[in-house]
């Protein structure tokens, strides 16, 4: 099985600041890669997929990258309705694993 | 607008059956394959099997034998069932829509989730 691991699985920051995720494939997964946002309550809900491509209606704050075994998510000026949950979520192989979520929090 | 609704039993004796059922509204029933997903804080997002319109299912290897997904594409529904649950089988339930490898595979649908317990 493909495992993935996302860093940190905590992060503290503040309104305006940049956050970066990551998250990291055990085997090479090529850019099947996707992100989600999750929060308390709430089923999740896509932000990016193929590593990089910015879901519809997603806000341009979100970026991703990344290849190969080793992929992160951006969030360029912190807003506060983006402290949640995120999930990575990889495709290359016959089934769908995902991270074990970061939870981003307000310092 | 596509909107997915679920609904089942949700607490469940150890050794019993696990049935929910999902529908889809608005959207294309065909030409996607509808997943099931569950939650839990030990072991987080869990994917555990697909269905695509004609009835092809695929299965998380770990929950194969205890598994079956099926479709109902008269009605947009489709449905899981798990057999004897444990403990381990405790947390939320979701449904989903999964699109094609070639718009990245990723679940951009998904029901409002059911808290399964199981306890004596």
């Known amino acids: 099985d493909i495992q993935m691991t996302q860093s940190p699985s905590t992060l503290s920051a503040s309104v305006g600041d940049r956050v970066t995720i990551t998250c990291r494939a055990n085997?090479?997964?090529?850019?099947?890669l996707a992100w989600y946002q999750q929060k308390p309550g709430k089923a999740p809900k896509l932000l990016m997929y193929k590593a990089s491509i910015l879901e519809s209606g997603v806000s341009s704050r979100f970026s991703g990258s990344g290849s190969g075994t080793e992929f992160t998510l951006t969030i360029s000026s912190l807003q506060p309705d983006d402290f949640a949950t995120y999930h990575c979520q990889q495709y290359n192989s016959p089934m769908y694993t995902f991270g074990q979520g970061t939870k981003l929090e307000i310092k | 607008q596509v909107q997915l609704q679920q609904w089942g039993a949700g607490l469940l004796k150890p050794s019993e059956t696990l049935s929910l059922t999902c529908a889809v509204y608005g959207g294309s029933f065909s030409g996607y394959y509808w997943s099931w997903i569950r939650q839990s804080a030990e072991k987080g997002l869990e994917w555990i099997g697909e269905?695509?319109?004609?009835?092809?299912?695929k299965y998380n290897p770990s929950l194969e034998s205890r598994v079956s997904v099926d479709v109902d594409p008269s009605k947009n529904q489709f449905s899981l069932k798990l057999t004897s649950v444990t403990a381990a089988d405790m947390g939320i339930y979701y449904c989903?829509?999964?699109?094609?490898?070639?718009?990245?595979?990723?679940?951009?649908?998904w029901g409002q989730g059911t808290v399964v317990t199981v306890s004596s």
């Open positions: 269905i695509n319109h004609s009835g092809t299912t």
């Open positions: 085997q090479t997964i090529g850019s099947w």
């Open positions: 989903a829509r999964r699109r094609l490898r070639s718009r990245g595979a990723c679940f951009e649908y």
